[in-house]
């Protein structure tokens, strides 16, 4: 149904910016809800950011006012623009679709890239 590939992940000093990118395949991605997740060595995947077919954003605690969700529906490209870039921020960020009636981001559903590094340090 959808297959999703997330590119734009690195190694960044902390203070720097990264952007993510998700490119997604299918017809319907402009009704899809789509969220980015991480997940740190040791540590349960958990949500970033989401946004939903009507634009509405969510957002963690620990990126607010440092992380921005966007996406442009004629591309089916979902973005996660990173600013401020804590070590803390350092997992393996994954792209997450799933249908617009589920609203639950704290539940891991729907389907899954294959995940880029992002690395913060100095």
């Known amino acids: 149904q959808v297959q999703l590939v997330e590119s734009g992940g690195g190694l960044v000093q902390p203070g720097g910016s990264l952007r993510l990118s998700c490119a997604a395949s299918?017809?319907?991605?402009?009704?899809?809800?789509m969220g980015w997740y991480r997940q740190a060595p040791g540590k349960q995947r958990e949500l970033v950011a989401g946004i939903t077919s009507g634009g509405t954003t969510n957002y963690a605690d620990s990126v607010k006012g440092r992380f921005t969700i966007s996406r442009d529906n004629a591309k089916s490209t979902v973005y996660l623009q990173m600013n401020n870039l804590k070590p803390e921020d350092t997992a393996v960020y994954y792209c997450n679709a799933r249908s617009s009636l589920d609203r639950n981001w704290s539940v891991l559903s729907g389907y899954w890239g294959q995940g880029t590094q992002v690395t913060v340090s100095s």
């Open positions: 299918g017809r319907h991605f402009s009704i899809n809800n």
